[in-house]
Each structure stands twice: as C-alpha cells, then as structure tokens.
C-alpha cells in the first residue's frame, strides 16, 4: 500500500502499473453492487439448503423442503390423469351417436382421437390422413364413404375392421377380377363408360352394355354406388386407386382390395370412440340417421 499513488484529480488510489504515461485508477465498485453480490451468495446458500443440489454418488441431497422436479411432474400428471379419467368415463356413458349433443365432450373426444389417430393410424393414412392413391389407403378428409360416415359407422369400421379374417362382423366387399372375362375393346368402352359417370370421357353402346351387365348391380346405373355392399361411388372425382385410364382399367381387370385392422381388442372402446370422432371432425362426416330395425335383422350390426 505504500507504493500506492494517489490520483490528485479524482483523489483515487492508483493500481501501480503504466502503460505509455497512461495509469489506472482503482476504483472501488459501487455499494450497491456489492450489496447485491452478497445477497446472491446468501440466496445460493439458502438455495442449496432447502432443493436438491449436491450431487452423490447414487443420488442428490432432498434439500429441507423435499422438492423435486420429479415429483412435481408425477403430481401434475396425476392432476391430468384425473381429469382424463372423468372424460373417459363421460364417453363411455354416452352413446356414440349422441356424441355430437355436447360439443365439450365433442372437443374432448377428438383431441383424444387425434393423438391416438397419430399413434395408430398415421402410417397409413399419413398425419394430415389424406391417405395414398399409390397404396389404396383411402382420403379421411373427402366425403366419400364405403359404408358410411356418421359417428356410429365409422365406429363400427374401426372396431370390426375391413376384410379381417376371423372377424365374423368386419367389412366385407369383393369385385371380381375380369382378366380374360372382357376383349380389349369391351375393357376400352367400359372404362370410357366409367369416366363418363363423372363427366371426364363419352360413352358408347358398347361401354354401356359392358357396364350394364357387369357392374350395374354393385356400382348402381349411375354409378352412385351402394353402401351395403360397400361398392364406391363411380360418378364423382375422387378415387381410391386413381382416376386415369390406365388405373381405371387395372382395377377392373385385377382388383386390388385394401385391409383395415380390427381394433376390437388391440384399444379400448372408449379410445374407439375417440377416433372416431376425430375422423368424423375432419370435413367428411356425416350426421347419424337412425335407421328402423327390420325383422331378423340388428341396426347395430350393419351401419
């Protein structure tokens, strides 16, 4: 300290050393600073004391309080899992078809079925579940149904699943291949006929005649198709397996029929329930019509 210089200007201690003539002053941080400084360091020590810290060998000290991120996650998800439980239950309680009556439980129902919809069925009908022309996974977004589109029969098309063998009660359609059955003019004019029921070719007799006496009985003269067999829709643009004529033609001589898993057994009903809500919220749904129960027959059994 004796070797220490006072700057008369300023009447600041100078630290001792020059640089070109220049020298530094030693200036003392302001109290408040430091009053600051001290107050981190009591705050890390109180900090250290009351939450976990100090890391051991196995594990870290509890800290006095006895909090850890740990349990505060384990305590929120049981708060969650609480919450989903009181929803679940209101969901099984409900019919499906009157699903649509509470538009809380509505909103509760397709936020569950779309992370479900992401686990299970996102790799066939993609994220977006716009589906695949190329692999013949159908558009959930359009508003063509094979058999249905109201909450209770997609319902039953994720339960019993289509063309699932050992399911007594899956969907069930077969178009039989016309391989060697059809000339290449009779398989041309057909295709013609077909692309005329939308409005994307002319017809001609003989397409007429070939589509009527093959094809009328499932796909309708109009080509409106048939929901109890499950025959598509002919006189619209959209397309399981491609619209051009080379699809068209393909399809009718060698018929490719897709297969949905049966999701009885593998999820819950109510996770069902979910997912079909969310497939219905997605532009194509439709409402439920209640259909009159005929003798010897169950409505439940065939939306």
Not at 54 to 80: H, K
Not at 173 to 202: C, I, N, T
Request: charged fraction near 20%; aromatic fraction near 6%; charge should be negative.
């Amino acid at each position: 300290m004796a070797n220490k210089r006072i700057d008369e200007p300023t009447g600041t201690r100078l630290v001792g050393h020059e640089w070109d003539g220049i020298e530094e002053l030693d200036t003392p941080m302001p109290r408040w600073w430091l009053i600051t400084f001290w107050l981190t360091i009591l705050f890390s020590l109180g900090y250290v004391i009351a939450y976990p810290a100090w890391p051991m060998i196995e594990r870290a000290t509890e800290g006095v309080l006895g909090w850890s991120s740990r349990g505060q996650l384990a305590q929120e998800m049981s708060v969650a899992d609480q919450s989903r439980v009181s929803v679940r239950e209101a969901l099984a309680r409900i019919p499906i078809e009157r699903l649509n009556e509470d538009s809380e439980l509505m909103a509760q129902a397709v936020a569950g079925g779309n992370a479900a919809f992401k686990v299970h069925c996102s790799q066939c009908h993609g994220a977006g579940a716009a589906g695949s022309q190329t692999l013949g996974y159908p558009n959930l977004n359009d508003d063509d149904w094979l058999w249905g589109g109201d909450l209770k029969a997609i319902e039953y098309t994720l339960v019993h699943g289509i063309r699932q063998a050992g399911n007594e009660r899956t969907r069930m359609s077969v178009m039989p291949a016309f391989a060697g059955a059809l000339e290449p003019a009779q398989l041309d004019a057909v295709v013609s006929h077909v692309l005329s029921l939308s409005g994307k070719a002319r017809t001609s007799p003989l397409g007429a005649e070939v589509y009527a006496n093959n094809c009328v009985v499932c796909h309708g003269p109009a080509g409106e198709g048939s929901r109890e067999l499950g025959a598509p829709r002919l006189n619209d643009a959209i397309w399981l397996r491609g619209g051009s004529r080379e699809d068209i033609a393909r399809q009718i001589l060698n018929p490719r029929m897709g297969q949905m898993p049966a999701w009885e057994g593998r999820l819950d009903p109510v996770t069902i329930k979910m997912l079909a809500a969310y497939v219905h919220s997605l532009g194509g749904g439709e409402d439920f019509v209640e259909v009159a129960e005929q003798p010897g027959e169950t409505v439940d059994e065939q939306p």
